[in-house]
Each structure stands twice: as C-alpha cells, then as structure tokens.
C-alpha cells in the first residue's frame, strides 16, 4: 500500500482533522523511506539520461567507477591522530591526579553537546518528515480538487479533513433536509457568538454593551457547546473575564483560521442582496399608505381632543347646541350673570 493511500484513508476515518504532527507520529518512518526511494529513482534516472547522450568512446571509460572510488578513500589523517591521542591519556592520568574534577567537567562537555546534536538531529529529522508529508498532502489535495468527484480535502482548523464540494452542497442539504434536524443555536447565541469571534478576546460586559441586552446565559450555553472558552482576565478594575472562540468553533463553521471570517463589507454585500431580493415582494407606495392609514387613524383618535371634530362633523348643520355655560372659579362672573 502506498504512503497517500494510508493518508487518504486516516482522514476519510477521523472524525476531527488530522494535524500534521499526528501524521509525522504515524507515517515518520514510511517518510523518509519513500524520500529516499525518490531520491534514488531520480538519481539512476539522471544516470542513465547522461550515460545515453554520452559519447561512446568516452563511455568506453569507467569514469563513473573512478570518481565512486576516489569518493569513498578512508581518510588515513583523522584515524592515526585518534589512537595517539588515547594511547598518551593513560600516561598522563597518574601524573595528574590532583585534575580529576577537570577532567569530569571536560567528559560532561562533550555529553551536553552531544544531547544539543541528539536534539538538532531529531529537529532536523522533523523538518524533513513535515516537508514530504505536506508535499503528499499537496498532490491529494489537488488530485481530489481536478478529479470529478463530490468531495474534497480541505485544511480546517489546522488539520486536513475530507468534505463535500461547494457545488454539491444543494444535494447534501437536500438529504440532511429529511434527516432529523440537528440541535441549532437561538438567534441570541448566534448574536453573542458573532460579538466573541469578531471581538476576542472580549469580557461579558463588552458583549452585553455591543448587545444591549443581558448575555450571562447564553455564555453558559456557548460555554456548555465548547463553542468558546476563557483566554485570561483583563487587567482593569475588577479584572473581568475574556473568552474567545475555540477549535470546536471552526470546525462547526468549517474555517482554516479566523481569517476566513467575512468582513463588514461582504456582510453589506450580503444584506444589499437579501434588500433587493425582498424589495419586489414589498407592496406599493399606495397599497403602503392605504394598509397604513388604518393605524394613522386610531393613533389621531387616541390623541385628547380627538373626538371633538367628529362630533362636530355628526351634528345637523341647522341645529346648533347652546352652549354649556363654563365655569372657572379664577375668573370673576360677569354682571347680570346670575
């Protein structure tokens, strides 16, 4: 089995993305084993490339076999100096007793630098590991998105997980339509959590001012759906709790990182569109005053006063009432009033 087809298949199993250092975990050896097969294959390739648009003649000559040779000659310099350097520590140990604490400090150097080059290695063989598994991650990648097929392999949440193509979506929404719907979050959650993933990280109260309204517990839901998390305190008076969006949180959403999130200006977009979708179903100007004028008429016969017209507007407009004399206890009665 080649090495894709185990990536392939670890990501189609896992239910969460799979990061790059669990592949490296899993697939380290198998790495640098199919690095080493490709860098022999190019290796006799180029070979024989230039042994074909070589000369005869000159191929006649093992040329190849003389350069390998000269290649792999001992170095005779390093060997001999190393055994006179041991053979002239024994006589020096008698005469120089009195350094042995020296000499434990000069054996734990080397020690420490060898653990610093144990280190750098396992870095090093990191990076290539990381390095051939991302570039088989990229041949997937782009095999899964050229080839007709209803899914792909996108990067979410710092993992690689298999999901189902933008065009295909309608079909997906279609069958998980029948299916039993899934638990979904209340428009104050939804509001709440739009506040903590634009702002974060942010305390309670700054969500509550954004809001205006009291969001205490739909933190506990969004804490409850580890959909958010704490991130520290704010250091002012009261030292008020932050919270920020979690991994969980991009992956509900299917976002590589919180730079995928829509800006204000796509969010304008989307609300011109939705405008002019509803703008054709409105009612016209007329039939808008006509259902209004209802309302506007109640309101003006709720106002004080209001009655007075009408009643006016009822009485024959030959009779006309005597009027019913006013009393004001502040004013003086006229003479002859009474």
């Known amino acids: 089995m080649s090495l894709k087809a185990k990536l392939e298949a670890v990501i189609y199993a896992a239910e969460e993305p799979v990061t790059m250092a669990q592949l490296a975990m899993l697939f380290g050896n198998e ?26 003649v000159n191929a006649a000559f093992d040329y190849v076999d003389t350069n390998n040779v000269s290649a792999e000659e001992p170095v005779i310099e390093p060997a001999s100096e190393q055994p006179a350097a041991e053979a002239a520590q024994p006589d020096e140990e008698p005469a120089q007793e009195s350094e042995a604490e020296p000499a434990e400090t000069a054996e734990a150097e080397p020690a420490a630098s060898s653990e610093e080059e144990l280190r750098k290695a396992a870095r090093q063989r990191d990076r290539e590991v990381r390095a051939v598994l991302r570039q088989l991650m990229d041949e997937i990648v782009a095999s899964y998105a050229t080839d007709a097929r209803g899914i792909e392999i996108r990067e979410i949440a710092g993992g690689f997980r298999m999901a189902t193509k933008p065009e295909f979506h309608d079909s997906v929404r279609a069958f998980i339509k029948s299916q039993k719907p899934p638990l979904k979050l209340s428009l104050p959650a939804l509001e709440t959590l739009a506040v903590i993933a634009y702002r974060q990280p942010v305390t309670a109260p700054e969500v509550n001012e954004i809001r205006g309204v009291d ?57 011109a569109s939705e405008l002019d979708e509803i703008d054709p179903a409105a009612p016209t100007s007329e039939g808008a005053a006509r259902a209004e004028s209802p309302e506007l008429d109640e309101n003006a016969s709720e106002e004080p006063g209001g009655e007075i017209p009408l009643a006016e507007a009822a009485e024959p407009a030959g009779e006309s009432p005597e009027p019913e004399p006013e009393s004001n206890p502040s004013e003086p009665a006229p003479p002859g009033a009474e």
């Open 31 to 56: 790495a640098l084993e199919w690095k080493a097969e490709q860098e022999a294959a190019q290796a006799a390739e180029a070979q024989e490339n230039t042994e074909a648009a070589a000369d005869p």
């Open 215 to 271: 969001s205490s517990g739909v933190f506990g839901s969004l804490l409850a759906r580890k959909l958010i998390a704490t991130a520290g305190r704010k250091q002012v008076i009261g030292r008020p709790i932050l919270y920020k969006t979690t991994k969980e949180f991009l992956m509900r959403f299917g976002l590589k990182d919180l730079a995928e999130l829509p800006s204000m200006e796509e969010f304008e977009k989307m609300a």
